[in-house]
């Protein structure tokens, strides 16, 4: 049977800021006596620790996992040294990448991608083709 140990440790408030990642396999070897469910049923035991380490990221990772000290693993749509670079791809065009494949534009465009400008008023008989610009169809001005 797996399961999942987990474990607690306290640091002084000096280390308050690291993520301490720790990774344990165990082997438990279970035996009794050849009678079950006896009164006289005997339990005995055996735990092997076979590796343990603890990794410590300063500071700490954002999206990710301390997998080395010092040495962050991002989650999917993440990078940089922290893992607090969101990706977007494709990339947005009029904005900045606030979170994986999530575009904030700037004043003046719009869609996910922040490719299409936006007119104030309206382009009536012809097209906006950058914030606040339209080209206007043959025969209007």
């Not at 092997?48 to 410590?56: A, D, G, N, Q, Y």
């Not at 301390?66 to 893992?83: K, Q, R």
């Amino acid at each position: 049977m797996l399961g999942t140990i987990s474990i607690s440790v306290f640091l002084c408030p000096y280390f308050e800021n690291f993520r301490i990642s720790a990774s344990v396999d165990i082997i438990i070897n279970f035996e009794r006596n050849e009678t079950p469910c006896s009164s006289k049923q005997t339990i005995a035991h055996r735990i092997i620790i076979k590796k343990f380490w603890i990794t410590v990221c300063d500071p700490a990772c954002i999206n990710g996992q301390c997998t080395s000290p010092n040495h962050c693993s991002c989650s999917s749509g993440w990078t940089g040294n922290l893992c607090d670079i969101p990706i977007c791809d494709p990339v947005c065009l009029n904005g900045q990448c606030t979170s994986p494949n999530k575009c904030s534009c700037s004043p003046g465009w719009m869609d996910n991608l922040c490719d299409i400008p936006v007119c104030d008023p309206v382009c009536l008989n012809g097209q906006c083709t950058s914030p606040n610009n339209c080209s206007c169809s043959p025969g209007w001005m």
